[in-house]
Protein backbone atom coordinates (compact mmCIF):
# COMPACT_ATOMS: atom_id res chain seq x y z
CA UNK A 1 0.00 0.00 0.00
CA UNK A 2 1.01 3.62 -1.12
CA UNK A 3 2.22 6.47 1.69
CA UNK A 4 3.12 3.77 4.84
CA UNK A 5 5.63 5.36 7.20
CA UNK A 6 7.75 3.27 9.85
CA UNK A 7 8.13 4.60 13.01
CA UNK A 8 8.67 3.86 16.61
CA UNK A 9 8.13 6.57 18.15
CA UNK A 10 6.15 10.08 17.11
CA UNK A 11 7.23 13.33 18.62
CA UNK A 12 5.59 16.76 19.29
CA UNK A 13 7.49 19.98 18.88
CA UNK A 14 6.82 20.49 22.64
CA UNK A 15 4.22 18.26 23.95
CA UNK A 16 6.67 15.46 24.18
CA UNK A 17 6.87 11.53 22.49
CA UNK A 18 5.23 8.54 22.49
CA UNK A 19 5.82 5.24 21.10
CA UNK A 20 3.79 4.32 18.08
CA UNK A 21 3.23 0.57 19.81
CA UNK A 22 1.00 2.98 22.32
CA UNK A 23 -1.07 3.48 19.00
CA UNK A 24 -1.26 -0.04 17.68
CA UNK A 25 -1.88 -1.57 21.17
CA UNK A 26 -4.33 0.58 22.37
CA UNK A 27 -6.77 1.09 19.49
CA UNK A 28 -10.07 -0.18 19.35
CA UNK A 29 -9.76 -3.23 17.24
CA UNK A 30 -13.76 -3.94 16.58
CA UNK A 31 -16.46 -1.45 17.20
CA UNK A 32 -19.88 -1.09 16.42
CA UNK A 33 -22.86 0.75 17.10
CA UNK A 34 -25.84 -1.30 16.51
CA UNK A 35 -29.93 -0.35 16.14
CA UNK A 36 -31.30 -3.17 18.24
CA UNK A 37 -35.02 -2.56 17.98
CA UNK A 38 -36.93 -4.11 16.16
CA UNK A 39 -35.03 -6.12 13.58
CA UNK A 40 -31.56 -5.28 14.53
CA UNK A 41 -29.07 -3.64 12.12
CA UNK A 42 -25.60 -2.16 12.33
CA UNK A 43 -25.53 1.56 12.01
CA UNK A 44 -21.55 2.04 11.30
CA UNK A 45 -18.95 -0.32 12.45
CA UNK A 46 -15.12 -1.39 11.94
CA UNK A 47 -13.92 -5.11 11.12
CA UNK A 48 -17.26 -6.66 11.60
CA UNK A 49 -18.71 -9.09 9.31
CA UNK A 50 -21.94 -9.87 11.31
CA UNK A 51 -24.00 -9.09 13.83
CA UNK A 52 -26.60 -12.30 15.51
CA UNK A 53 -30.06 -11.15 16.74
CA UNK A 54 -29.59 -14.37 19.47
CA UNK A 55 -32.93 -13.85 21.42
CA UNK A 56 -34.60 -11.03 22.98
CA UNK A 57 -31.13 -8.89 24.39
CA UNK A 58 -28.90 -10.84 23.38
CA UNK A 59 -26.64 -9.99 20.26
CA UNK A 60 -23.38 -11.62 18.97
CA UNK A 61 -20.66 -9.47 16.93
CA UNK A 62 -18.71 -11.59 14.69
CA UNK A 63 -15.44 -10.14 13.42
CA UNK A 64 -13.76 -10.02 10.00
CA UNK A 65 -10.39 -9.78 11.24
CA UNK A 66 -10.61 -12.22 14.23
CA UNK A 67 -8.18 -11.52 17.44
CA UNK A 68 -5.08 -13.63 18.07
CA UNK A 69 -6.38 -15.39 21.57
CA UNK A 70 -9.89 -14.95 23.45
CA UNK A 71 -8.26 -12.86 26.27
CA UNK A 72 -9.19 -9.44 24.51
CA UNK A 73 -10.79 -6.31 26.72
CA UNK A 74 -14.60 -5.80 25.67
CA UNK A 75 -16.35 -2.95 26.35
CA UNK A 76 -20.23 -2.40 25.12
CA UNK A 77 -23.45 0.46 26.29
CA UNK A 78 -26.58 0.19 25.59
CA UNK A 79 -29.27 3.30 25.49
CA UNK A 80 -32.79 3.58 24.94
CA UNK A 81 -34.74 4.77 21.52
CA UNK A 82 -36.66 7.60 23.40
CA UNK A 83 -33.27 8.59 25.29
CA UNK A 84 -35.83 8.75 28.82
CA UNK A 85 -34.64 8.23 32.15
CA UNK A 86 -35.56 4.97 32.93
CA UNK A 87 -34.05 1.54 34.50
CA UNK A 88 -31.05 1.91 32.95
CA UNK A 89 -29.11 -1.41 31.44
CA UNK A 90 -26.40 -3.14 32.07
CA UNK A 91 -24.53 -5.06 29.50
CA UNK A 92 -22.69 -8.24 29.99
CA UNK A 93 -20.81 -10.38 27.46
CA UNK A 94 -20.22 -14.45 27.07
CA UNK A 95 -18.40 -17.63 25.36
CA UNK A 96 -15.55 -15.18 23.76
CA UNK A 97 -13.87 -16.65 20.95
CA UNK A 98 -11.25 -15.02 18.88
CA UNK A 99 -14.00 -14.47 16.28
CA UNK A 100 -17.08 -13.69 18.17
CA UNK A 101 -18.28 -12.07 21.58
CA UNK A 102 -22.19 -12.25 22.57
CA UNK A 103 -23.50 -9.38 24.77
CA UNK A 104 -26.40 -9.81 27.04
CA UNK A 105 -28.52 -6.70 27.80
CA UNK A 106 -30.41 -6.96 31.46
CA UNK A 107 -32.51 -4.65 33.35
CA UNK A 108 -32.09 -4.18 37.20
CA UNK A 109 -35.05 -7.26 37.07
CA UNK A 110 -32.18 -9.40 35.88
CA UNK A 111 -34.43 -9.92 32.67
CA UNK A 112 -33.03 -10.14 29.38
CA UNK A 113 -34.55 -7.30 27.26
CA UNK A 114 -33.95 -5.76 24.24
CA UNK A 115 -32.66 -2.05 24.08
CA UNK A 116 -32.23 0.71 21.11
CA UNK A 117 -28.69 0.69 20.43
CA UNK A 118 -25.97 -0.55 21.76
CA UNK A 119 -22.25 0.58 21.23
CA UNK A 120 -19.72 -1.63 21.51
CA UNK A 121 -15.45 -1.68 21.25
CA UNK A 122 -13.07 -4.42 21.57
CA UNK A 123 -9.55 -3.77 22.47
CA UNK A 124 -6.61 -6.76 22.02
CA UNK A 125 -4.23 -8.30 19.45
CA UNK A 126 -5.34 -9.23 16.16
CA UNK A 127 -4.40 -12.36 14.56
CA UNK B 1 -13.05 3.09 -7.47
CA UNK B 2 -10.44 0.13 -8.13
CA UNK B 3 -9.14 -2.04 -5.25
CA UNK B 4 -5.72 -1.52 -4.54
CA UNK B 5 -3.87 -4.49 -5.03
CA UNK B 6 -3.92 -5.86 -1.79
CA UNK B 7 -1.44 -9.09 -2.50
CA UNK B 8 0.12 -9.61 1.31
CA UNK B 9 -1.41 -6.54 2.96
CA UNK B 10 -2.80 -7.23 6.50
CA UNK B 11 -6.34 -7.44 6.48
CA UNK B 12 -7.02 -4.92 8.79
CA UNK B 13 -5.40 -2.42 6.60
CA UNK B 14 -7.83 -3.66 3.99
CA UNK B 15 -10.74 -2.94 6.20
CA UNK B 16 -9.76 0.81 6.79
CA UNK B 17 -8.98 1.22 2.95
CA UNK B 18 -12.30 0.01 2.63
CA UNK B 19 -13.76 2.11 5.71
CA UNK B 20 -12.13 5.23 4.01
CA UNK B 21 -13.38 4.37 0.72
CA UNK B 22 -16.43 2.30 0.55
CA UNK B 23 -20.06 3.40 1.09
CA UNK B 24 -21.52 1.27 3.14
CA UNK B 25 -24.06 -1.45 1.64
CA UNK B 26 -27.25 -2.29 3.46
CA UNK B 27 -28.47 -5.67 2.93
CA UNK B 28 -32.13 -6.37 3.31
CA UNK B 29 -30.83 -10.24 3.36
CA UNK B 30 -31.62 -11.96 6.84
CA UNK B 31 -30.14 -15.38 7.44
CA UNK B 32 -32.75 -17.12 10.04
CA UNK B 33 -31.00 -20.55 11.35
CA UNK B 34 -32.00 -23.05 14.89
CA UNK B 35 -28.95 -24.62 15.68
CA UNK B 36 -30.45 -25.74 19.15
CA UNK B 37 -33.60 -27.46 19.86
CA UNK B 38 -34.04 -25.63 23.11
CA UNK B 39 -32.83 -22.34 21.82
CA UNK B 40 -35.29 -19.41 19.87
CA UNK B 41 -33.97 -18.97 16.07
CA UNK B 42 -31.13 -16.89 15.97
CA UNK B 43 -31.17 -13.81 12.45
CA UNK B 44 -27.70 -13.53 11.36
CA UNK B 45 -27.59 -9.87 9.61
CA UNK B 46 -24.52 -8.54 7.29
CA UNK B 47 -22.68 -5.54 8.42
CA UNK B 48 -22.92 -3.02 5.84
CA UNK B 49 -18.93 -2.19 5.73
CA UNK B 50 -18.46 -6.26 5.12
CA UNK B 51 -21.17 -6.57 2.49
CA UNK B 52 -19.61 -3.31 0.19
CA UNK B 53 -15.83 -5.33 0.69
CA UNK B 54 -17.73 -8.36 -0.36
CA UNK B 55 -19.26 -6.17 -3.57
CA UNK B 56 -16.26 -4.45 -4.22
CA UNK B 57 -13.55 -7.63 -4.37
CA UNK B 58 -9.80 -7.96 -3.78
CA UNK B 59 -10.22 -7.26 -0.04
CA UNK B 60 -12.04 -10.02 2.27
CA UNK B 61 -10.09 -13.54 2.29
CA UNK B 62 -11.51 -16.48 1.16
CA UNK B 63 -13.69 -18.38 3.59
CA UNK B 64 -11.13 -21.16 3.97
CA UNK B 65 -9.10 -19.08 5.95
CA UNK B 66 -11.51 -18.85 8.42
CA UNK B 67 -11.93 -22.62 8.82
CA UNK B 68 -8.95 -23.36 9.14
CA UNK B 69 -8.08 -20.44 11.98
CA UNK B 70 -11.49 -22.25 13.55
CA UNK B 71 -10.23 -25.59 13.42
CA UNK B 72 -6.79 -24.61 15.33
CA UNK B 73 -8.74 -22.31 17.91
CA UNK B 74 -10.75 -25.73 18.31
CA UNK B 75 -7.95 -28.05 19.28
CA UNK B 76 -7.65 -28.38 23.62
CA UNK B 77 -4.36 -27.20 24.02
CA UNK B 78 -5.17 -23.42 21.63
CA UNK B 79 -3.89 -20.55 23.22
CA UNK B 80 -3.32 -18.21 20.40
CA UNK B 81 -3.36 -18.13 16.52
CA UNK B 82 -0.05 -19.13 14.97
CA UNK B 83 -1.36 -19.31 11.44
CA UNK B 84 -3.21 -15.54 11.37
CA UNK B 85 -0.80 -15.16 8.37
CA UNK B 86 -3.25 -16.96 6.23
CA UNK B 87 -5.58 -13.76 6.53
CA UNK B 88 -3.30 -11.36 5.16
CA UNK B 89 -1.27 -13.32 3.06
CA UNK B 90 -3.92 -15.54 0.40
CA UNK B 91 -5.28 -13.87 -2.09
CA UNK B 92 -8.22 -12.10 -1.95
CA UNK B 93 -11.39 -13.49 -3.72
CA UNK B 94 -13.05 -11.33 -6.42
CA UNK B 95 -16.13 -8.99 -5.96
CA UNK B 96 -18.93 -11.28 -5.25
CA UNK B 97 -22.70 -10.44 -5.98
CA UNK B 98 -24.95 -9.68 -2.53
CA UNK B 99 -26.40 -13.65 -2.94
CA UNK B 100 -22.93 -14.78 -3.19
CA UNK B 101 -22.07 -12.75 -0.18
CA UNK B 102 -24.77 -14.14 1.81
CA UNK B 103 -23.51 -17.69 1.08
CA UNK B 104 -20.01 -16.99 2.03
CA UNK B 105 -21.09 -15.06 5.17
CA UNK B 106 -23.18 -18.64 6.13
CA UNK B 107 -20.08 -19.93 5.90
CA UNK B 108 -18.40 -17.91 7.93
CA UNK B 109 -20.81 -17.01 10.71
CA UNK B 110 -22.93 -19.64 11.22
CA UNK B 111 -22.54 -23.13 12.93
CA UNK B 112 -20.74 -25.42 10.77
CA UNK B 113 -23.49 -27.85 12.26
CA UNK B 114 -26.27 -25.82 10.38
CA UNK B 115 -25.04 -25.32 6.98
CA UNK B 116 -23.76 -28.60 6.27
CA UNK B 117 -26.67 -30.09 6.37
CA UNK B 118 -29.65 -27.44 6.86
CA UNK B 119 -32.33 -29.47 5.02
CA UNK B 120 -31.49 -33.10 6.31
CA UNK B 121 -34.31 -33.12 9.01
CA UNK B 122 -38.06 -32.52 9.09
CA UNK B 123 -37.95 -29.32 8.38
CA UNK B 124 -35.09 -26.75 7.35
CA UNK B 125 -32.59 -25.51 10.12
CA UNK B 126 -32.04 -22.13 7.65
CA UNK B 127 -33.99 -20.46 5.76
CA UNK B 128 -32.45 -17.02 4.00
CA UNK B 129 -35.37 -14.25 3.52
CA UNK B 130 -35.74 -10.69 3.20
CA UNK B 131 -36.32 -8.72 6.26
CA UNK B 132 -39.56 -7.28 5.71
CA UNK B 133 -40.61 -11.22 6.10
CA UNK B 134 -39.53 -11.42 9.51
CA UNK B 135 -41.93 -10.16 12.62
CA UNK B 136 -41.99 -6.32 12.50
CA UNK B 137 -42.37 -6.36 16.57
CA UNK B 138 -40.15 -8.30 19.14
CA UNK B 139 -43.56 -10.03 20.99
CA UNK B 140 -42.76 -13.18 22.27
CA UNK B 141 -39.08 -13.18 20.84
CA UNK B 142 -37.73 -16.17 22.59
CA UNK B 143 -40.13 -18.54 21.01
CA UNK B 144 -39.68 -18.04 17.68
CA UNK B 145 -39.22 -20.43 15.13
CA UNK B 146 -38.91 -21.02 11.65
CA UNK B 147 -42.36 -21.19 10.63
CA UNK B 148 -43.62 -22.97 7.07
CA UNK B 149 -44.55 -20.12 5.59
CA UNK B 150 -41.12 -18.49 5.80
CA UNK B 151 -39.73 -22.10 4.38
CA UNK B 152 -41.60 -21.92 1.76
Redesign the interface.
Known amino acids: ??GKIIADTLEHSTAGSIATNYVVEGSA?VW?NVNAS?????Q?????????????GVT?F?F???M??ANYASYGTVRRTDDSNGNPYLTGYHLP???TVRFTIIDFNGTET?SGYISMSILGD?? | MQT?D?KG?????R???A?ENLE?V?SDY?VVYEDSVD??A?????????MA?ALQGGI?PPVWV?HE??KD?AQPDF???TR?YL?HQTEPVPAMTEEEAIEY?IM??CPQSVWTNWDSGNKPKMVICK?QQ?P???EW??SWRISDELAA
Request: net charge positive; glycine share 4%; charged share 25%.
Open positions: MAKAGTPATDSNNLSSITDTSATTTNGNDTTTDLA | PFTHLFDLCWKGQRECKILVPDPNWCLYLAEKKHGLLKDKLQTRRN
